[in-house]
């Protein structure tokens, strides 16, 4: 028996030591991100949501999250009519949960190709969920309140962040290598963001990407259409069941 515990002791601190070695190994990349509008000023840093993501070049990018993961699945919290956070970045195989926390009924849809769906009327208190299956940006709006909307950025890689509200960004635990970097901005025109994007080479030790610098598009942002591809109706967004008393 004792020789049982041995051999379990032995182990776990074999455990121990390959993963401590594995972390060791790898490095936090680190930046930091300035947006500008399309007239040259300079948006406030808590005003803008970055999300960077670091594709391998060589070898697997990391499993994929489990849909039957039992860990705290990413959120998109309905609240004063407003989603939190308003960009969310997740890797492709999650779960993002939708808890209305709002004292009315929100109803939760996206007509982006790679993930269509209607969550439907759904109640205070209550929480549903939609699995991201594949990679793209994904446009989010409420269909009773078109004031509503949010950004859910689905990339094939765990090495991801959003910057963070004085403009600064951390990618932790990314295995020394060769990465193609690449960053999405709501504002930024793709054709932008392609150009700026680029090859990093991560160390073992922590890697800077520098100061970045995005410029925003003056292209106006039209207002969306609700899930039937119709205008709002005011009535209804109004109505005491959609709306505080």
């Not at 208190?125 to 709006?141: L, Q």
Request: net charge positive; charged share 15%; with cysteine.
């Amino acid at each position: 028996m004792s020789c049982g515990k041995g051999t379990v002791r032995f182990l776990a601190a074999l455990l121990l030591w390959t993963s401590s070695a594995a972390a060791a190994g790898a490095a936090q990349v680190t930046g930091q991100v300035s947006v500008a509008a399309a007239n040259g000023a300079a948006r406030a840093p808590r005003d803008v949501s970055v999300v960077f993501w670091l594709n391998p070049l060589t070898g697997q990018a990391g499993p994929r999250p489990s849909a039957q993961n039992k860990s705290p699945h990413p959120r998109l919290i309905q609240k004063n009519k407003v989603f939190v956070p308003h960009v969310l970045a997740v890797q492709v195989g999650s779960q993002v949960d939708f808890p209305n926390r709002d004292p009315f009924f929100h109803n939760v849809f996206s007509l982006f190709n790679g993930k269509r769906f209607d969550l439907g009327l759904y109640e205070a208190g209550s929480t549903r969920g939609v699995y991201f299956d594949r990679v793209g940006i994904c446009y989010i709006f409420c269909n009773i309140h078109p004031q509503m909307s949010a950004v859910v950025v689905v990339v094939d890689t765990p090495y991801f962040t959003v910057s963070d509200p004085r403009g600064e960004i951390a990618i932790p635990h990314v295995p020394p290598g060769r990465y193609q970097l690449n960053f999405w901005e709501e504002h930024c025109p793709p054709k932008t963001l392609k150009e700026l994007s680029r090859q990093v080479t991560v160390g073992e030790d922590a890697t800077s990407l520098g100061s970045i610098h995005l410029q925003e598009s003056a292209e106006p942002v039209t207002a969306h259409l609700n899930k039937y591809g119709k205008q709002y109706d005011p009535e209804v967004f109004s109505s005491p069941i959609y709306a505080q008393p």
